[in-house]
């Protein structure tokens, strides 16, 4: 079985909630490798715990406005 196919939930969950598969997701869908890299780093940020969930999200969200992105 291709990798690519185990990939495809990933493809349907993000065309599901952004209405479109973004840039991103279709690049690493395409380098499994780094979408593993990427997924255990973003991880393992979102489970250490130093820094401050309202920090978190106020940087998602300048982050975002700086670049345009709805989400």
């Known amino acids: 079985m291709r990798v690519r196919n185990l990939l495809a939930p990933l493809k349907v969950f993000a065309r599901t909630r952004y209405e479109r598969v973004p840039d991103l997701v279709r690049l690493l869908i395409q380098r499994p490798a780094i979408l593993a890299a990427v997924g ?11 820094v401050e969930g309202r920090i978190k999200a106020l940087a998602e969200l300048k982050t975002s406005s700086l670049v345009g992105c709805p989400f």
């Open 40 to 50: 255990s780093y973003e991880s393992a940020l979102l489970v250490s715990g130093r």
